[in-house]
């Protein structure tokens, strides 16, 4: 037998599928906008409302990966606990289940009828609405079409002894099927796409249903290499979620080995028809797994940072103020922008504080942590921007829009303050890792702009709260004195430099930190000054 037009029938009908699943994903995801972020982010308290969460934003995209790397995100971003990730991982493992169902119904018969409707809706639409609703048309079209190409691949194979024979043994050994799901589902990251596959196989009658369940079990475990890449890299609380991830999947494939006869038997029941039955065991081996392993979630915590030791960094991130319902009254609404842009000068003046103490200690921990910080600063400033810009269009008296755009300025400056406070982390990394000396004078320097920029920064963030011209005048002296002594600091090193009395390296990362510093304090200037002309 001639397997090189096998192979390519396959092979080329897995590509169509997953680009299929591509385009969908992508599609919806761009019609939906941050809807779905959102969802888990603030439905996530609620342990059955997280399994909700889970099973029904990867139902919508058709992607489990995108759900459970969003939260990776959301974790990084401190917007969520590891306590509600869990559920919105077990519900992830629910929703992956409807494309099973979706490709038992044999709809791939209608695989060009539908590629010809969405390609038409995404061509002719001028709306980029309606464009992603054609792309997701599209999409799925695409994944049907490429189902019906490897049906067709693998039809020769039924005559095939020696592969029949391999087949049937996934089933009489059902730890060679879970492994090969496994394996096959890790190197191409899509356990809808193994679904698939397999569901083509068993029409084509080269699979009997306890092979196809056992390949099915193993595309559970092996659909978590997608998280774990997500995770590297990521904060303690990421990789612990990851862990998370793997456990309950490896759990779940356990218990359903041990009762894999009488699951096979009950399976059966549920159709008379075998890609229904496939698609069937797959809902009901997600959905049980979930059902005995919810009631435990708490001990999966436990057991993760047993094995994950360490402290979690803790970001604060998210609105607390914002609320939508307050645009009904402009000048409610404008008083809780404005905590909210309180709370994230604090955020950017933590974040300075953690990034200076990492240079001052080479503390590449609290670099990761300031960067961690400086990420939920720029999250929480585009939230506040989103709302101002929201309150700005409504009638509002001419104090009050003075106001707003005082506030449009001021978390502007402050946004940059974090980055400069990210900067100053970079430089401690530097420092760090390549072992930089600076003089005794040199780091006095450093201290004193170190002192002065915090200070001047603190106090605009008084006059941001308290409205104090007194205070901000004495920002506007700081930034004065600060001008001054970088200067002066800049000539300073200069002439250590020409005496031999600082090691060449620290050249630059002294002339950084001293210009990131006096740029903190000309945007504490611009937050005094916008505050007090708001008022």
Not at 11 to 23: K, N, Q, R, S
């Amino acid at each position: 037998m001639d397997f090189i037009p096998i192979l390519f029938g396959v092979v080329g009908g897995l590509a169509l599928f997953l680009y299929g699943m591509l385009l969908l994903s992508r599609g919806l995801q761009k019609a939906a906008g941050e809807k779905l972020r959102h969802w888990i982010e603030r439905l996530t308290n609620n342990r059955i409302k997280a399994v909700g969460v889970g099973a029904l934003v990867t139902a919508v995209i058709q992607s489990s990966s995108i759900t459970t790397v969003t939260l990776v995100g959301l974790i990084n971003a401190g917007l969520i606990s590891l306590q509600q990730s869990i559920p919105v991982i077990m519900g992830a493992n629910i929703g992956t289940t409807v494309t099973a169902q979706l490709i038992a119904f044999k709809v791939g018969a209608f695989a060009l009828p539908i590629i010809a409707i969405g390609f038409a809706i995404m061509s002719l639409s001028r709306r980029p609405q309606y464009k992603y609703i054609g792309q997701v048309i599209l999409g799925f079209g695409i994944l049907f079409l490429g189902m019906n190409t490897m049906g067709a691949g693998v039809k020769p194979l039924r005559t095939d002894p020696e592969i029949i024979a391999l087949l049937t043994s996934l089933g009489q050994t059902p730890v060679l099927g879970i492994v090969a799901g496994a394996v096959f589902t890790a190197f191409i990251q899509s356990s809808s796409a193994t679904s698939g596959l397999v569901i083509s196989m068993a029409s084509e009658q080269l699979l009997d249903l306890p092979s196809a369940i056992a390949i099915i079990i193993g595309a559970n475990i092996g659909t978590c290499i997608t998280v774990i890449f997500a995770s590297i890299g990521a904060t303690l609380t990421s990789k612990r979620a990851a862990l998370s991830h793997i456990i309950f999947n490896l759990i779940g494939a356990a218990i359903f080995f041990i009762i894999f006869g009488p699951f096979v038997s009950l399976v059966a029941l549920t159709s008379p028809d075998l890609p229904r039955q496939i698609a069937n065991a797959h809902v009901i081996f997600n959905v049980s797994t979930v059902i005995l392993m919810l009631p435990f979630a708490a001990a999966l915590v436990f057991i993760v940072k047993r094995i994950l030791p360490g402290k979690e960094i803790r970001i604060d991130g998210g609105s607390k103020f914002l609320d939508k319902r307050t645009l009904k009254a402009p000048a409610v609404a404008l008083g809780q922008a404005e905590k909210e842009a309180q709370r994230l000068g604090d955020m950017a003046l933590a974040t300075l504080n953690v990034a200076i103490k990492a240079f001052k200690n080479s503390n590449l921990k609290l670099v990761k942590v300031a960067e961690k910080q400086e990420d939920a600063v720029d999250e929480l400033d585009n939230e506040i921007e989103a709302f101002l810009s929201r309150i700005s269009q409504l009638e509002l008296t001419k104090e009050q829009a003075r106001r707003t755009s005082s506030l449009v300025h001021s978390i502007s400056d402050i946004e940059r303050v974090s980055d400069h406070a990210n900067n100053i982390a970079e430089l401690a990394e530097r420092r760090a890792r390549e072992r930089l000396v600076f003089s005794k004078q040199a780091l006095r320097e450093l201290d004193e702009m170190f002192r002065k920029s915090v200070d001047s920064y603190k106090k605009a963030l008084a006059v941001l709260v308290s409205k104090d011209k007194a205070i901000a005048r004495k920002v506007f002296d700081l930034e004065s004195e600060i001008d001054g002594l970088a200067k002066q600091f800049e000539q300073n090193h200069y002439d250590r430099m020409k005496n031999g009395q600082c090691d060449p390296r620290s050249s630059v990362v002294f002339s950084d930190l001293i210009n990131n510093l006096e740029r903190v304090s000309d945007h504490a200037h611009n937050i005094a000054m916008a505050t007090v002309r708001g008022f």
